[in-house]
């Protein structure tokens, strides 16, 4: 028989993903091994190798066009098999099906149409009690909006209905309302729906016709306002702010950096390591975070986690979005080393050549918005992170100082907390911290 060749999950919150680039075409001889193809997902272009040897037949997984996670996209048939009187499924060409943006999608084989149209599906008959595969968010989306689960048909692995196709019911419309459970007790008030947003007919409606372009939204921005709109639903988030001087800290800074090794390079002696505000800012974070250890935690329903080192996620802009490459016990590592790791991961983080394990997890992030020349703001938590510092600007203020004023360079920055897991009292020590050593920077050095 054939091996099949699916779109493997390669990002814990990916339910679809992208071919951006085959590596062999139909009728090619591939071993184990070989890479296959490229896969775009929200956040990086990943390479997927062939589980088998053979010849590449069957090739169903179209560049450019969304893909259900565990689609089959290709089979591999073995040396003198008979691609015709195998099981294994021949591409057949469909009609294209329309999307949200008024385009149509590349024609797809029938499996694998089958398989993109689950996102959005809903069967008229509902499966067997007990049957329904669902993830948690789902169930409570579900439960709230008075929706039978196992009336939607899930686009998750395996059949699991996850939050895209319950929100697809909602807005569809169609689905039956779940039946109350029967119990002796009185019936619970009825829950209302959630307010649905505006659908895309509405929005457009609102503006002239042709004055406007649609832009399809591609996995990353798809993946930041899912993530976007679950942190801000499910964390009570609490911020507190508060301001850094930094003249001792940029005077250390240059000092570091003037006194920095050269190093031989392609291009020439340069300097070992050149230190920025931010990577200071990193350093300082991740030892608050020791200071204060009950605030370097996350929350799950049922413990504290506590963690026993500071991994620092930093917002890197890209192209279309942001990803937050991390910066492992930031804590144990000197400066220099935190700098070039940092220009290193946000170089690959712009290449999308990151690693899964390079910006997943982590225990808290810094997000700086201060070379924009933004004062202060307040930045959205990361799930699973109990923390986000949002940094500002530095800039000369007039500043009291026993009975007189005088001018310091200050820099103003926002605590975003967890309060299930880092509360006011916590949170303003943590942050009291961080304050201690930007100003005395002289402790991130011993």
Known sequence: ??????????????????????FFEEGAIVKQGDVLFEIETDKAAMEIDAPASGTLRNITGKEGVDIPVGAPVAWIYAEGEDAGTTAAPAAAPVEPQPVANGKAETPMSSSQDKAAQTALAVQDTPAPAGAVRATPLARRLAREAGLDLAAVTGSGPHGRVVKADVEAAIAGGGVAKAAPAASPAAAAPAVAPAAKPMSDEAVLKLFEQGSYELVPHDNMRKTIARRLVEAKSTIPHFYLTL???????LKLRSELNAAAPMRKTEKGDVPAYKLSVNDMIIKAMAQALVAVPDANASWTD???VKHKHADVGVA?????????????????????VISN?????????????????????GTTAVSNLGMFGIKDFAAVINPPHATILAVGAGEERAVVKGGEIRIATVMSVTLSTDHRAVDGALGAELLGAFKRIIENPMTMLV
């Open 1 to 22: 028989m054939p091996v099949e060749v699916i779109l493997p999950k390669v990002d814990m919150d990916m339910a679809t993903g992208q071919i951006s680039r085959w």
């Open 243 to 249: 301001d850094c001087e930094l003249d001792a800290l």
């Open 302 to 304: 049922s413990a504290m």
């Open 316 to 336: 890197v802009s890209i192209p279309g979005g942001l990803i937050t490459p991390i910066v492992r016990k930031a804590d144990q590592k000197t400066l220099s």
């Open 341 to 361: 790791e940092m220009k290193d991961l946000a170089k690959r983080a712009r290449d999308r050549k990151l690693k899964l394990e390079e910006y997943q997890g």
